[in-house]
């Protein structure tokens, strides 16, 4: 099975616009869809991004996702981040019979 | 707006086992296609198993296979997880997720609150 690699951290201001990577190791990322979840502290996780670059209802839209073939990686964008955009966020896709997340980002805002 | 609530974690004995539930509001389990999702504490998110009822498919990540069985308790409407031979790193938190069908495939769109399971002896 594939795996997908996240940053471990990534640190931004508010205001600014931060990008999350999720590269696959092995076959193409846009073979199957991308997911992106939110986790805020203490909480569950929620969807924002499905398909590779679909909003889920509510989801505001500072939130954008994007797939690049060339480095074989999706990606997550919010702009003008917020202190509460401050979370743990994870990418998932699918093989055969199987879903995979990546390991995780956690988002500073400060 | 749909509800998922799991229940049924607690401390259980290596090699024991447990049956998690899920019970959600404003849809039918027998219609629906559901995932399990652990995170293990301080880690990430680990996918355990999906479920789609009407088609009695179900798919386990390898670290549960054969351990592990979803089914559904159609009289209650309740989503649940049996689970055996329990060891150490199966501590986690466990949560139900409801799956929709977008364009290409099932996609996570709803999250339930979680259940905390902890294997120790």
């Known amino acids: 099975n594939f795996v997908l690699t996240q940053p471990h951290s990534v640190s931004e201001s508010p205001g600014k616009t931060a990008i999350i990577s999720c590269t696959r190791s092995?076959?193409?990322?846009?073979?199957?869809?991308v997911q992106w979840f939110q986790q805020r502290p203490g909480s569950s996780p929620t969807t924002l991004i499905y398909?590779?670059?679909?909003?889920l209802s509510g989801v505001p839209d500072r939130f954008s996702g994007s797939i690049d073939s060339s480095s074989n990686s999706a990606s997550l964008t919010i702009s003008g981040l917020e202190t509460e955009d401050e979370a743990d966020y994870y990418c998932?896709?699918?093989?055969?019979?199987?879903?995979?997340f990546g390991g995780g980002t956690k988002l500073t805002v400060l | 707006q749909v509800q998922l609530v799991e229940s049924g974690g607690g401390v259980v004995q290596p090699g024991g086992s447990l049956t998690l539930s899920c019970a959600a509001s404003?849809?039918?389990?027998?219609?629906?296609?559901v995932h399990w999702v652990r995170q293990a504490p301080g880690k990430g998110l680990e996918w355990v198993a999906f479920?789609?009822?009407?088609?009695?498919?179900?798919y386990y990540a390898d670290s549960v296979k054969g351990r592990f069985s979803v089914s559904i308790d159609s009289s209650t409407n309740t989503l649940l997880l049996h689970m055996s031979s329990l060891r150490a790193e199966d501590t986690a938190v466990y949560y139900c997720?409801?799956?929709?069908?977008?364009?290409?495939?099932?996609?996570?769109?709803?999250w339930g609150k979680g259940t905390s399971v902890t294997v120790s002896s």
């Open positions: 479920f789609r009822s009407f088609s009695n498919n179900k």
């Open positions: 998932q896709s699918y093989g055969v019979s199987s879903w995979v």
């Open positions: 092995i076959g193409s990322i846009a073979s199957n869809s």
């Open positions: 404003k849809i039918t389990f027998s219609n629906s296609a």
């Open positions: 997720a409801k799956a929709d069908y977008g364009a290409t495939y099932y996609y996570i769109d709803v």
């Open positions: 398909e590779n670059d679909r909003r």
